[in-house]
């Protein structure tokens, strides 16, 4: 049965990939023609896939890249692998999941598998696919199931392969063909009983993260005003060898997961009356930590950063990964440029933001900031001139200074 992935993201190459490679036929599906150009010639900013695989696929007729989605006469299986953003009011903007569900409807035909691995709230297959697409084409033997993306790009140990995934369909049928199909992928598929579970354990795993980090802000921030290390107190807790996890500080949250899933949490409460406070408070500590630390920081420069010239090291959203969706690093860089500093930034991933390039690592500066720490990024040449940094990375790893957070 043919395989077309609706979306050619994070999330849609990297299944329509090792679809390709389980032996399915696969259509990779994107509106985008650029996009779709560039993986015709084997361009990607995906970690997960190689040139010389998208070169051998293509070449052997596994997978075909296309703005133009498909007719098939016979029953394929389609997984819809889109964008689920927030507007400008942190709302859920479903505006493109839509359109693939009448893309899709344009074309499927009776027998077809539909499965949803685009984040979304609690109820959207039943509430929103599922009678979408039978609107429009009147098709009531049509196959629908949830499978939740998990993929954390640029990962060593967990793959698409590796990590767990959990599926759910509408019915025995569809949940038996969405498992016959992951099970082709993934080494271990975990079935839930229904639709809404399976999307539940996806907001609530990135929710989990959301409101941990936000503890651990909070917990910084009583740290610089009791002058004590936060880093060297977690690590002191973790020594514990049970109940607890270390997280630790940041300048915000970024990517598609965190920042997003637990607003779609709290959409779905919000659709059945129910209070989210925690989810609430959360959000708005780490939407609020950018400008708090800018202000630290601007303290830390004796409080005043008119005209001093600051070096930003990263600014994606994660070590190793060019992806700038709600990256803190770009809202840290706005508010240090507010306060008068004179900003510019490196980074050899993304090169180009904001019609700015990446500039190379300068001791000429009299603030460097250690934000997203790529592999390729070598912090010797502030190292050698003795340039003051301060480290502002997410994780345990020592540069070189302590850390500021």
């Avoid at 890249?65 to 007719?71: A, L, R, Y």
């Amino acid at each position: 049965m043919d395989l077309i992935v609706v979306g050619q993201g994070y999330v849609g190459l990297p299944l329509a990939m090792n679809a390709a490679k389980a032996g399915f036929t696969v259509y990779g599906f994107d509106i985008d023609q650029g996009k779709v150009n560039k993986l015709k010639s084997g361009i990607t900013e995906s970690p997960e896939v190689t040139k010389t695989d998208l070169i051998n696929l293509q070449s052997s007729g596994k997978i075909e890249f296309t703005s133009t989605i498909p007719k098939l006469s016979e029953p394929a299986i389609f997984v819809i692998a889109v964008p689920t953003p927030l507007d400008g009011l942190r709302k859920p903007d479903l505006s493109m999941l839509k359109r693939a569900c009448e893309l899709i409807s344009s074309v499927a035909v009776g027998g077809s598998l539909i499965i949803n691995e685009s984040t979304s709230y609690i109820g959207t297959l039943n509430q929103l696919i599922k009678p979408l697409i039978e609107s429009i084409t009147g098709l009531k033997s049509l196959d629908y199931a949830v499978a939740p993306e998990r993929i954390d790009p640029a990962n060593t140990k967990w793959s698409m392969k590796t990590t767990p995934r959990i599926v759910a369909g509408i019915n025995e049928r569809s949940t038996e063909r969405a498992l016959d199909f992951y099970s082709k992928l993934c080494d271990q598929v975990y079935v839930v009983s229904n639709p809404e579970v399976a999307e539940a354990a996806k907001l609530f795993e990135n929710t989990f993260r959301q409101v941990n980090i936000a503890l651990v802000n909070e917990l910084a921030h009583v740290a610089s005003q009791l002058n004590f290390s936060t880093h060297e107190a977690i690590n002191a807790a973790a020594t514990k060898p049970y109940g607890f996890m270390p997280f630790y500080p940041s300048i915000g949250v970024g990517g598609h997961c965190i920042p997003v899933d637990p607003s779609y949490l709290k959409y779905s409460a919000d659709l059945v009356g129910v209070s989210t406070n925690i989810i609430d408070l959360a959000s708005e500590i780490n939407l609020a930590a950018s400008q708090n630390i800018a202000n630290r920081i601007n303290s830390a420069m004796g409080g005043s950063l008119i005209g001093k010239k600051l070096q930003v090291a990263g600014i994606s959203y994660k070590p190793n990964v060019a992806d700038l969706r709600e990256s803190p690093a770009l809202l840290l860089i706005e508010y240090l440029g507010d306060l008068g500093g004179i900003i510019t930034w490196h980074d050899p991933l993304v090169e180009h933001w904001n019609n700015q390039n990446s500039s190379p690592l300068t001791p000429n500066i009299d603030l460097g900031l250690i934000l997203t720490p790529h592999d390729q990024i070598d912090f010797s040449i502030w190292k050698n001139s003795n340039t003051k940094v301060l480290d502002l990375s997410a994780n345990s790893q020592n540069y070189g200074w302590p850390k500021f957070l």
